[in-house]
């Protein structure tokens, strides 16, 4: 009797914050359709692993304890994990100096002589290295697909993550809503439209009888509040969905407002319609959620963005 063949193994390594995640999902694709055949894990950070277990492109995933400094154990312990995986390849989509020391950290040593997978990625002595020197000044979504077209892998295809929608029937709403997304990560408070901006526009989307649903997380309630308080067709989700429900939401919204945040992200990759706002503070020629139905308002301080200019993308037909 024969032996069944071996699975090539695949380690994709995507850790981040969510909209670099989601933005990742393309990629994970191109891998899959790439390797069909392989056995693929991802390493991702503890937040994302709940929506990762849903999507077809993994077999497995863990969980980075992301050691620092010099906890020596748990840098032992992600070595061990890392060089018993066996891997055959490495596709590093983070590219960051945490993931390209993990390059290193795979290394053999005298007592572990196993080879070093081959690797996508920028660190030194990787076997397919993207050194494209304008890699910094690159979309997100094009600097990955340049990175695995070194690998071989072509084409990528934008990110999509259908297969994550959650139900939404718990949360009661009418069919017919927009999202708005007023939050943001705590220590960016200048990539936020002014909340007070965000009210009077639930107020012009109720006022044309569509209901505004209001999302963030539990730390965002404040502000979620903020637009809701004064319009009673309002509903405020804050603290109430997970990512999936996120999605779930998005594949049926008319359309969602929102800052630079990993939400919009998730919004956009369900499908949704959407207006984007953007300051200074980044720049959406490197990171915007790409689609034919996103619009992009970008002001230096959205403080000077008008409640006009945003309502004029929205679609009431």
């Not at 994550?164 to 220590?187: C, Q, S, T, W, Y």
């Not at 509040?225 to 969905?241: E, I």
Request: hydrophobic share 45%; net charge positive; with cysteine.
């Amino acid at each position: 009797m024969r032996d069944a063949p071996v699975r090539p193994r695949i380690l994709v390594i995507k850790l981040g914050a969510l909209g670099d995640f989601v933005q990742a999902m393309g990629p994970a694709a191109a891998i899959r359709a790439h390797h069909k055949e392989a056995e693929i894990t991802l390493l991702t950070s503890a937040p994302f692993g709940e929506i990762a277990q849903m999507s077809p492109y993994f077999d497995h995933v863990w969980i980075d304890e992301r050691p620092r400094g010099l906890a020596l154990a748990a840098w032992l312990r992600l070595r061990r994990r890392l060089r018993e995986g066996h891997f055959d390849r490495v596709y590093d989509l983070q590219t960051s100096s945490r993931s390209s020391g993990y390059f290193h950290l795979m290394a053999p040593h005298l007592f572990d002589r196993g080879p070093r997978p081959e690797w996508s990625g920028i660190a030194r002595g990787a076997s397919h290295p993207h050194a494209n020197p304008r890699r910094d000044l690159m979309h997100t979504l094009d600097r990955q697909a340049d990175q695995l077209a070194v690998a071989g892998i072509a084409p990528v295809p934008p990110p999509d993550v259908a297969w994550a929608a959650a139900e939404i029937k718990h949360f009661n709403l009418p069919r017919d809503f927009m999202l708005l997304v007023p939050g943001g990560a705590a220590h960016r408070l200048d990539k936020r439209w002014p909340v007070e901006r965000y009210a009077q526009l639930a107020m012009l989307i109720a006022q044309h009888g569509v209901t505004p649903v209001v999302i963030g997380g539990r730390d965002e309630a404040e502000a979620t509040r903020a637009v809701s308080r004064g319009v009673p067709l309002a509903r405020d989700l804050a603290g109430q969905t997970n990512l999936a429900e996120i999605v779930g939401l998005g594949a049926a919204a008319r359309y969602a407002v929102g800052n630079d945040t990993g939400p919009m992200h998730l919004i956009v990759a369900a499908g949704c319609a959407a207006t984007v706002l953007y300051s200074a503070a980044s720049d959406p020629a490197l990171t915007q959620p790409r689609g034919g139905k996103v619009t992009v308002l970008r002001r230096d301080d959205l403080a000077t963005l008008g409640v006009d200019e945003v309502a004029a993308t929205l679609s009431f037909g």
